[in-house]
């Protein structure tokens, strides 16, 4: 049996585009990032400028191993924005950061190689 994160597991099932297009994958620059240190794995805490039409939103983030606090404001990064708000020990979480896990399992951030602005959703 694969792991979700296996590269090795095969494409999963099938889906209609429209259920692809009911994930809401926007861009946004990272205007903050402090520690989480009652989190149960090492994270941080992050707040993410989605532009006027969601404004900034919260995430929490394992990336503790491939970037620094001092790094990451500026980031652009990708997040899903439109998932149920999410209880982290004490923080909320509103948006789910996306990455993928090098062979370590250590999440390495997605970000577009061009400039956009902040906001805009993945087509």
Known sequence: MHSVSD???PASDSIDFSAFMAVDIRCGTIVEATDFPEARKPAYRLKIDFGSG?????SSA?????YSLEELAGRRVLAVVNFPPRQIGPFMS???????PN???D???VEPDKEVP????LA
């Open 103 to 105: 062979d370590n399992g």
């Open 62 to 66: 394992q990336i503790t191993v491939h």
């Open 118 to 121: 902040n906001g805009a959703r």
């Open 54 to 58: 969601i404004g900034v939103k919260k």
């Open 107 to 109: 999440i390495v951030l």
């Open 7 to 9: 590269p090795a597991a």
């Open 94 to 100: 509103e948006v789910l950061v996306l990455g993928f």
